[in-house]
């Protein structure tokens, strides 16, 4: 905690802003743009408190973002089909966000991130509140996203089931990147050991 995990992403997404260096998605420069537009270049947010409607159904909470966009009416329908089904949230479409579990709710947040069809996903905390089953549901849908070319930064506590994940790791200390790299590298790394991980870390 107070690393600046967070801070980082509140910065990419345009929420706060640095105090030096710049943004960029794909070369594109993004730190001067509001949040609105950097969205619709391509980046998605998913915070870690809760974002869904939670007096809304699930379908209406794909509905509202499936509405902002330029589509028809019938567009617009399969769009919203096409995201109920995506990440098995189909039987729950009439179910009311508020009745979700953890798991559940994750999956819709993620869907409603995927409407706007995102280059890259920032996700703080993807694995916090959520029982095993639905972080491994989680690992397996960002493994999805991946195969997808969808780029996805992650910053959680939850070490083990984020490093079995990712293609590279920062760890960051005192608002620092104390080391980088690989997930294997990162767990015989002495510094990591030392400051965060443990020398009986393993995964």
């Given at each position: 905690n107070g690393a600046g995990k967070t801070t980082t992403f509140y910065i990419i997404v345009g929420l706060v802003s640095p105090t030096s260096g710049e943004v960029?998605?794909?070369e594109n420069k993004l730190s001067d743009l509001p949040m609105h537009k950097r969205a619709r270049m391509?980046?998605?947010?998913?915070?870690?408190?809760?974002?869904?409607?939670?007096?809304?159904?699930?379908?209406?909470?794909?509905?509202a973002v499936a509405e902002t966009l330029p589509l028809n009416k019938s567009q617009k329908n399969e769009c919203v089909?096409?995201?109920?089904?995506?990440l098995g949230l189909e039987r729950l479409a009439k179910q009311?966000?508020?009745?979700?579990?953890?798991?559940?709710?994750?999956?819709?947040?993620?869907?409603?991130?995927?409407?706007?069809?995102?280059?890259?996903?920032l996700m703080d905390e993807p694995f916090?509140?959520?029982?095993p089953i639905s972080v491994s549901e989680v690992q397996d849908i960002i493994i999805q996203l991946k195969k997808r070319a969808i780029g996805v930064l992650i910053t959680d506590h939850n070490v083990r089931e984020t490093l079995r994940i990712v293609d590279r790791a920062y760890l960051l200390h005192e608002g620092s990147i104390l080391s980088s790299?690989?997930?294997?590298?990162?767990?015989?790394?002495?510094?990591?050991?030392?400051?965060?991980?443990?020398?009986n870390f393993n995964l």
């Open positions: 960029y998605l794909n391509g980046m998605a947010y998913l915070p870690q408190e809760p974002s869904v409607f939670r007096k809304m159904t699930v379908e209406q909470n794909i509905r089909e096409e995201h109920l089904n995506e009311k966000a508020y009745t979700l579990s953890g798991g559940e709710r994750r999956r819709l947040e993620i869907s409603r991130a995927l409407v706007a069809k995102p280059k890259f996903l916090s509140g959520v029982d790299g690989t997930s294997e590298f990162l767990i015989n790394d002495a510094k990591s050991r030392e400051f965060y991980l443990g020398n």
